[in-house]
């Protein structure tokens, strides 16, 4: 699984039938501390609600995608599988955008 | 699954079976800023995309699923003509 944070989103009319009534999100790649790029950009289909800005955790992985996204033929191959709420590591706790452990 | 500019159209006789009705473009992937992600690739079209167009494709078994024969050789396939993208404020027209 890969640390990304949400940039924004692809809209596309003509594409395959399987990814129509999904948003694409463009997700980037980012260091433990949630700001440094890490690599280049990548997209992903969003499985949990994610928007621009949110701390996400993506899968680009055929297999996983498709358990969450479709049936085993689904041409889905990385997906947007989590909203991270916080980070702790030994240099500090990184925030996502959800509820802190009082709530808020 | 990523963004590419399509280049060009890639036309082939001799192929395997299961490519045969199948269009191959050429396309350069590339982050939401435009900025190339290694080297051009040639991948299978499950549309009807050009050279120019921004796409979404994907590689990875699922490739191959994107095609009528859901068996073919295939690492690359465009699944989608992308209208617009909006990373961070609205930039980005195709």
Redesign the interface.
């Known amino acids: 699984m890969i640390l990304c944070r949400v ?10 039938p399987v ?1 129509v009534g999904r948003t ?1 999100l ?1 997700v ?1 790649p980012v260091r433990p501390d949630g700001d440094a790029r890490l690599g ?6 969003d499985a949990v609600g994610a928007g ?1 800005g949110d701390l996400v955790l993506c899968s ?3 297999n996983t ?2 358990q969450l996204l479709g049936g085993p ?6 997906v947007v599988l989590a909203i991270i709420d916080r980070i702790n590591t030994a240099a500090g706790e990184v925030r996502g955008p959800g509820p802190g452990p009082d709530g808020t | ?3 590419a500019r399509v280049l060009g159209v890639v036309v082939a006789s001799v192929k395997h079976p299961s490519l045969i009705g199948v269009r191959l473009l050429l396309i350069q992937p ?4 435009g ?1 190339p ?1 290694g080297d051009a690739i040639v991948a299978a079209d ?3 995309a050009g050279p120019g167009e921004l796409v ?1 494709w ?6 191959a ?2 095609l009528p024969d ?1 068996f073919s050789p295939v690492d690359a ?1 465009v ?10 404020a609205g930039e ?1 027209a195709p």
């Open positions: 940039l924004g989103n692809a809209v596309a009319t003509v594409k395959h990814y694409v463009i980037q280049r950009s990548f997209l992903a289909v621009e680009r992985e055929g995608a498709r033929d689904d041409p889905f191959h990385s | 699954m990523q963004l590339q982050d939401h800023d900025l992600d499950a549309l009807q979404e994907i590689t990875g078994r699922e490739a699923l994107a859901t396939t699944i989608a003509i992308v209208d617009h993208h909006h990373p961070n980005g």
